[in-house]
């Protein structure tokens, strides 16, 4: 049974930090193209970035790229992202997803805010 967890989120100030985490199990982590997503309220869930199996390649959308990095680490079935100069309208639930299943973590609340 495909799990995903995601985990990391929080209340951070405009400009701040955060790194996300999306710990996996029930299938082959390392052999499956994975990707995080976000939802804000109001609005429809979007996506933020994808890494590849081995994790060589990456693509983010316009609103982050620069400021996230998607990343993992397949020994530990982990999924990151990592948050830099994070701004107001980056506040949403952020789930990752293995496209291959499509499966979904229960995602991890992030609000940026003064």
């Known amino acids: 049974q495909v799990q995903l967890v995601e985990s990391g989120g929080g209340l951070v100030q405009p400009g701040g930090s955060l790194r996300l985490s999306c710990a996996a199990s029930g299938f082959t982590f390392s052999s499956y193209a994975m990707g995080w997503y976000r939802q804000a309220p109001g609005k429809e869930r979007e996506w933020v970035a994808s890494?590849?199996?081995?994790?060589?390649?990456?693509n983010y959308a316009d609103s982050v790229k620069g400021r996230f990095t998607v990343s993992r680490d397949n020994v530990r079935s982990t999924m990151y992202l990592q948050m830099n100069n994070l701004r107001a309208e980056d506040t949403a639930v952020y789930y990752c997803t293995c496209p291959r299943f499509g499966s979904w973590g229960q995602g991890t609340q992030v609000t940026v805010s003064s």
């Open positions: 890494i590849t199996s081995a994790g060589a390649g990456t």
